[in-house]
């Protein structure tokens, strides 16, 4: 079964190293790497160590752009729970070599990747989806609702990037 390697050092508490990453891409299974570190050398550095076929998933939503021209191939995304046409436009856009559309959306979404992170994940998420009317933004211990001040971030965010009807 394929794997692919999350590197999340800001929930794992460890940067996993691109030596580290080699190390683990010689076994045939393990097939590409969830980036979470937003240093936009990485791609390069993993691409020169493992060769191009390792997949490489950014895993910050306000890097992924510039991710995609180091090398990346795309992006395990949290924003794409509340905009996934958009997100799914910008990556064709960016494939097809339109990279101004691509700008463009990323410019739209911008406010909203920043929000999805104003409190622990997935509490912003569940929220803005509720926004949408697709659930409600009720969570379960021990994760709580978001604050009635990052409420009214999200919202705005949402509202900016015509999220919302």
């Given at each position: 079964m394929p794997i692919v390697i999350y590197n999340i050092p800001g929930r794992c508490v460890v940067d996993m190293s691109v030596a580290t990453m080699a190390r683990l891409g010689k076994f045939p299974n393990?097939?590409?790497v969830k980036d979470a570190t937003a240093?936009?050398?990485?791609?390069?550095?993993?691409?020169?160590a493992i060769g191009d076929d390792f997949c490489q998933l950014s895993g910050e939503d306000g890097t992924v752009l510039a991710?995609?021209?180091?090398?990346?191939?795309g992006c395990i995304s949290v924003t794409a729970n509340v905009a996934p046409k958009l997100l799914a436009d910008m990556h064709n856009a960016w494939m097809k070599g339109d990279h101004a559309t691509a700008r463009r959306i990323q410019d739209q979404l911008m406010p909203v990747h920043e929000a999805?992170?104003?409190?622990?994940?997935?509490?912003?998420?569940?929220?803005?989806?509720?926004?949408?009317?697709?659930?409600?933004?009720?969570?379960?211990?021990p994760l709580v609702e978001v604050s009635k001040e990052n409420k009214e971030k999200i919202r705005g965010a949402m509202e900016t990037a015509g999220l919302l009807a």
């Open positions: 393990i097939v590409g240093d936009l050398t990485r791609p390069f550095a993993t691409r020169h991710f995609l021209n180091e090398g990346g191939h999805m992170f104003v409190e622990t994940n997935p509490c912003p998420v569940k929220y803005a989806v509720s926004l949408q009317g697709h659930c409600s933004g009720e969570m379960r211990l």
